[in-house]
């Protein structure tokens, strides 16, 4: 378990993290989270390359410092603090899905478009 809403919280303050996913779901909410805010580069494949990684950034903050403008200016564009989108997309589901019911159609899975 290596991070999930301290992650969130610590993305959108502008740190950037490193994590490391493992087999479980909660291992890998700060992966996906990286991967929505389109920094893949900070998911390590194991615990060498972690320890790798947080070196290499530890060593050099003029990396790091440009990471982190990076991660700011990626927070504003990105999906992962797109908070109107979701719920409109999540509304927009929730209506299809009483659609569906209300037609007395058997569930089904269905796309909701990108807005």
């Given at each position: 378990f290596n991070a999930h809403t301290t992650a969130n919280e610590a993305l959108w303050m502008g740190l950037p993290l490193l994590?490391?996913?493992?087999?479980s779901f909660a291992s890998r909410v700060a992966a996906s989270q990286l991967r929505a805010i389109g920094l893949?580069?900070?998911?390590?494949?194991?615990?060498?390359d972690y320890k790798n990684r947080?070196?290499?950034?530890?060593?050099?903050?003029?990396?790091l410092g440009a990471l982190r403008?990076?991660?700011i200016?990626?927070?504003?564009?990105?999906?992962?603090?797109?908070?109107d989108r979701y719920r409109r997309h999540i509304e927009h589901a929730f209506q299809t899905l009483w659609?569906?019911?209300e037609r007395g159609d058997p569930p089904r899975s269905f796309s909701v478009r990108p807005s």
């Open positions: 994590t490391c996913p493992g087999a893949p580069e900070l998911i390590a494949t194991d615990l060498k947080a070196l290499t950034l530890a060593r050099d903050p003029h990396q403008a990076r991660l200016a990626l927070r504003e564009s990105q999906p992962l603090f797109a908070t659609e569906i019911r």
